[in-house]
């Protein structure tokens, strides 16, 4: 339905005549019968009134489908840092309402988990800010750390909260429940290593074998991370030389070499394979892991100039493969970049 029949259905329904309405919006009665009648359109200020007094909301005024509403929710979540409380509700009732309806049921899920990560996130940079200047006014006291900690993901020293047993109970029930799927699978055998638990990483990882479309070189590179799990860190080494030599041109053997030698502190390493990695990558548009691997190792030697010039690239790659303009992720990297600008001076 074209906005001016939906604003005159929503008058009727309201009991407003022309008049009444444009003197609640401050305008002309003139103005409202132009709308109805398609001959202009309210500005974009006005939206907000109008949808408060009908009570509805901004979208309702447009009458957009359910597929439609849905895509605004993802693609204002893309853009923007901070949703004000009555749209964040907004969206929260909506999606609520979406999971009834089968053909829905999967994508509002997801948009809810984002939504609420999206909150999540936008108040962990609150916790980093001001848990920081608490820090910072009295360094010895723990209570702001923890709090940074949680906002960051910083170590946890305390075993019983560092585990990532609670993960692993989550994924092998699902993997369970899901025999022959590689997801599953994949964050079980990463929780597995990450705890060193690498017999029980080894037997997930013959049943990941079983899978036709599990990553090959992620099958591969499991074995040199199970027994760096061991503390076997020669035979870890010598599995991912083997690797590296056997898929010189391969995107994804050179990205988890890099990531391997990057965990391991190697980092001339680790930075030639994200270099090869990034270079031989044949699909458009490409990721931007592996230059932010080589930005996080410039920072970490010091060198913020060389660090960056790869957020310079990562930019450069999200406005031009990409094609974003005004999308969180960019802004994100932009902010970053001038941060290391600032610090390479």
């Given at each position: 339905m074209e906005l001016g029949k939906k604003i005159?259905?929503?008058?009727?329904?309201?009991?407003?005549?022309?008049?009444?309405?444009?003197?609640?919006?401050?305008?002309?009665p003139q103005s409202v019968s132009k709308w109805e009648n398609a001959v202009a359109m309210p500005d974009i200020s006005t939206l907000p009134l109008l949808a408060e007094i009908f009570g509805v909301t901004i979208d309702d005024l447009f009458d957009l489908s359910s597929e439609q509403r849905l895509n605004r929710i993802e693609n204002r979540l893309d853009v923007e840092e901070n949703l004000p409380q009555d749209v964040f509700l907004e969206y929260e009732a909506f999606l609520q309402g979406q999971i009834a309806e089968a053909q829905n049921k999967q994508r509002a899920v997801d948009l809810l988990a984002y939504l609420y990560w999206h909150r999540m996130y936008s108040?962990?940079?609150?916790?980093?800010?001001?848990?920081?200047?608490?820090?910072?006014?009295?360094?010895?006291?723990?209570?702001?750390?923890?709090?940074?900690?949680?906002?960051?993901?910083?170590?946890?020293?305390?075993?019983n909260m560092a585990n990532h047993n609670a993960a692993i109970e989550f994924y092998r029930e699902l993997a369970e429940e899901n025999p022959g799927m590689k997801c599953?699978?994949?964050?079980?055998?990463?929780?597995?290593i990450a705890d060193h638990r690498a017999d029980e990483a080894e037997h997930y990882l013959n049943l990941l074998n079983r899978v036709e479309d599990a990553n090959p070189a992620l099958r591969d590179?499991?074995?040199?991370?199970?027994?760096?799990?061991?503390?076997?860190?020669?035979?870890?080494?010598?599995?991912m030389e083997e690797l590296v030599a056997a898929h010189p041109q391969e995107v994804d053997y050179l990205f988890e070499a890099a990531q391997y030698y990057a965990r391991k502190c190697d980092y001339d390493k680790a930075l030639d394979c994200y270099e090869r990695s990034?270079?031989?990558?044949?699909?458009?548009?490409?990721f931007q892991d592996a230059l932010m691997g080589i930005s996080q190792i410039c920072q970490i030697r010091g060198d913020y100039k060389k660090a960056?010039?790869?957020?310079?690239?990562?930019?450069?790659?999200?406005?031009?493969e990409w094609g974003l303009t005004e999308e969180l992720e960019l802004k994100t990297a932009q902010e970053i970049l001038a941060r290391l600008r600032e610090k390479a001076k």
């Amino acid at each position: 339905m074209e906005l001016g029949k939906k604003i005159k259905q929503l008058r009727f329904k309201a009991s407003l005549t022309q008049e009444q309405l444009a003197e609640r919006l401050g305008i002309s009665p003139q103005s409202v019968s132009k709308w109805e009648n398609a001959v202009a359109m309210p500005d974009i200020s006005t939206l907000p009134l109008l949808a408060e007094i009908f009570g509805v909301t901004i979208d309702d005024l447009f009458d957009l489908s359910s597929e439609q509403r849905l895509n605004r929710i993802e693609n204002r979540l893309d853009v923007e840092e901070n949703l004000p409380q009555d749209v964040f509700l907004e969206y929260e009732a909506f999606l609520q309402g979406q999971i009834a309806e089968a053909q829905n049921k999967q994508r509002a899920v997801d948009l809810l988990a984002y939504l609420y990560w999206h909150r999540m996130y936008s108040y962990a940079q609150k916790v980093r800010r001001w848990a920081k200047e608490s820090i910072r006014l009295s360094p010895n006291v723990k209570g702001s750390q923890w709090l940074l900690s949680m906002a960051e993901g910083h170590v946890v020293w305390d075993w019983n909260m560092a585990n990532h047993n609670a993960a692993i109970e989550f994924y092998r029930e699902l993997a369970e429940e899901n025999p022959g799927m590689k997801c599953p699978l994949y964050y079980l055998i990463d929780n597995l290593i990450a705890d060193h638990r690498a017999d029980e990483a080894e037997h997930y990882l013959n049943l990941l074998n079983r899978v036709e479309d599990a990553n090959p070189a992620l099958r591969d590179v499991y074995r040199a991370h199970i027994a760096l799990a061991r503390f076997d860190e020669p035979a870890a080494d010598r599995i991912m030389e083997e690797l590296v030599a056997a898929h010189p041109q391969e995107v994804d053997y050179l990205f988890e070499a890099a990531q391997y030698y990057a965990r391991k502190c190697d980092y001339d390493k680790a930075l030639d394979c994200y270099e090869r990695s990034f270079a031989c990558d044949p699909k458009r548009p490409r990721f931007q892991d592996a230059l932010m691997g080589i930005s996080q190792i410039c920072q970490i030697r010091g060198d913020y100039k060389k660090a960056a010039q790869a957020y310079e690239r990562i930019v450069n790659l999200l406005e031009n493969e990409w094609g974003l303009t005004e999308e969180l992720e960019l802004k994100t990297a932009q902010e970053i970049l001038a941060r290391l600008r600032e610090k390479a001076k």
